[in-house]
């Protein structure tokens, strides 16, 4: 048992997989939750600058040449890219999940997508070779709850990249990822 204890601590990531819980509160009001309006999440929010500190940390305990898997929402495309880059990653793709229906928002369109960022630090860890030109770049699952992500995205990531993989800011475990975050037992400490 201390032995594995020992192994995991000693292991560093090929994958990292990063859900921040960016600042923001509810939209306006809607007839469906007329009492959500301006309110926050049910999850506590980060400003950019601790996001930066966290994806910073779980760094060091990743290989020099490993994948970043950011999501991200249009609003912050840009700065979640801009942290991405400051800390040394390059980015590969931009992933696009159609929610199928999205989030309406108060007065203008609805937002049915939301960007999976696929970046790179060091040299680029090519895709497992059966998998090469399989995956598409915009991927179709629909909504099942506020902040969920969708399955396909860990079987995309699960297809392209053998592990070990740490996601952060998870939700749930699941089999064969590491996970750190407020809603699950962390299997490591940032």
């Known amino acids: 048992m201390l032995l594995a204890l020992l192994f995991k601590v000693l292991e560093m990531y090929k994958i990292i997989l990063a859900d921040p819980p960016w600042q923001q509160s509810k939209g306006g009001k809607r007839n469906v939750r007329p009492d959500s ?3 926050d999440f049910d999850y506590s929010t980060l400003n950019l600058s601790d ?42 793709a931009r992933m696009i999940w159609d929610k199928v229906t999205g989030i309406p928002a108060a007065f203008t369109i609805r937002f049915g997508h939301e960007y999976l960022l696929y970046m790179y630090h060091g040299k680029f860890t090519p895709v497992c070779r059966d998998m090469r030109g399989k995956i598409h770049s915009i991927f179709i699952e629909q909504v099942m709850k506020h902040s969920q992500k969708p399955y396909i995205a860990y079987e995309i990531i699960e297809a392209l990249y053998d ?3 740490l996601e952060l800011f998870a939700r749930n475990s699941r089999a064969g990822w590491d996970v750190w975050g407020n809603e699950v037992c ?5």
């Open 37 to 39: 309006s301006g309110k």
């Open 51 to 92: 996001i930066a500190v966290i994806l910073s940390k779980a760094k060091t305990h990743a290989e020099h040449d490993h994948i970043l898997f950011l999501w991200t929402i249009d609003k912050y495309l840009f700065d979640a890219q801009r942290i991405a880059n400051n800390l040394g990653y390059k980015l590969h």
């Open 163 to 165: 592990g070990p993989r």
């Open 186 to 190: 962390c299997d490591i400490k940032l």
